[in-house]
């Protein structure tokens, strides 16, 4: 079977999982005990080694309760979700069969689950990537590659209006690639520009207004930024840069390293993403075990103390994705009647 590659994949030096949601299978309850309402979890993705074996998973802080969250089906699987909460919207990104049964596609979809449906966020013909729900669920920012003549170009920023169904372009890079964003404090967006030069992979971490404009340089490709998650919330952001796990304040441009990536040891960041906490206390972020040859996903707190593996494994490759509300129990016992959609 022939595979078409989402334009997140496009560069090899960043091949960080992509976005997907629940659809056909429905959802997949997987070990632990429900959630209480107001917890935050852990919205991560594994990424398997075979076709359509990618899941969608949540876990505890603390490593405590974990469970498959969108779960794959026959012909369509699941890289990675973006929610507020479990209960609310989510937007995804499927890996699933193409029309033609032919080839594999990655679609974006939002599942509602207030509504009990799904649809496919986009009517575009490009190669669709990253999605990211806004906090008031009203709008999903996005990487999209148009594609002349059969090759798909960079990459620029989108921005999808769930109300009024209508998309519009907000960054044009020529030869370029704008990706991972999210959303900061106001109406700010943050992502990575990525620059494939004759001295290798450059990244830069970028700010724009949601209205649009011209983006601002926030860090440059000195500074090696490979991931960016921001609260709403909060005033700071977290990274991972050249110097390892990082805050940094938009207000005044300090920074504070967390985790030195040279006390990492055995542990490689391989781009697996990184989350900031909505409350901004607590970040979470994926990290690959050199000895024991495993995925590990690990927690520390903003002023630095208390950085713990809590999940562990050799089935696939870990992308963190964000912090998400729990849903109440009585919720997942609607989910476990539901069956599939």
Not at 21 to 49: P, T, V, Y
Not at 71 to 79: E, K, L, M, V
Not at 166 to 192: H, Q, Y
Request: charged residues 20%.
């Amino acid at each position: 079977m022939k595979t078409v590659a989402s334009a997140f994949f496009l560069l090899p030096g960043l091949a960080i999982a992509v976005l997907g949601i629940l659809s056909g299978c429905g959802f997949n309850l997987e070990g632990g005990k429900a959630s209480s309402r107001g917890q935050e979890l852990i919205l991560f993705s594994r990424i398997g080694d075979r076709v359509f074996s990618d899941h969608v998973m949540a876990i505890s802080p603390d490593g405590s309760d974990i469970r498959s969250v969108f779960a794959p089906a026959q012909g369509r699987s699941f890289f990675f979700a973006s929610a507020n909460s479990l209960s609310g919207p989510a937007v995804v990104l499927v890996h699933e069969l193409s029309a033609d049964r032919h080839s594999t596609v990655n679609h974006l979809w939002i599942y509602d689950t207030g509504a009990r449906r799904r649809q496919r966020l986009l009517d575009m013909a490009g190669l669709e990537s990253a999605g990211v729900l806004s906090p008031d669920n009203s709008k999903v920012i996005f990487s999209y590659s148009e594609v002349v003549q059969g090759h798909p170009l960079a990459g620029d920023l989108w921005l999808f209006d769930l109300e009024s169904r209508k998309a519009k372009r907000l960054t044009t890079g020529a030869g370029v690639r704008d990706d991972f964003p999210c959303w900061g404090p106001g109406d700010r967006i943050l992502f990575i520009r990525m620059d494939r030069t004759v001295a290798g992979l450059l990244t830069h971490l970028m700010a724009i207004s949601e209205s649009g404009g011209t983006p601002q340089l926030v860090l440059g490709p000195e500074e090696g930024v490979a991931a960016v998650s921001c609260s709403p919330t909060a005033s700071h952001v977290a990274l991972w840069t050249r110097n390892g796990v990082e805050i940094l304040h938009l207000a005044n441009g300090v920074r504070t390293v967390l985790v030195p990536r040279d006390t990492a040891g055995k542990h490689r960041f391989l781009n697996g993403g990184i989350a900031l906490s909505k409350t901004g206390q607590r970040i979470a972020y994926a990290l690959f075990n050199t000895q024991d040859k495993q995925h590990e996903i690990w927690t520390v707190m903003v002023d630095g103390t208390g950085a713990k593996p809590i999940y562990a494994t050799r089935e696939g490759r870990l992308t963190v994705s964000s912090f998400v509300q729990a849903s109440p129990p009585s919720f997942w016992r609607w989910v476990s009647r539901m069956g599939h959609l």
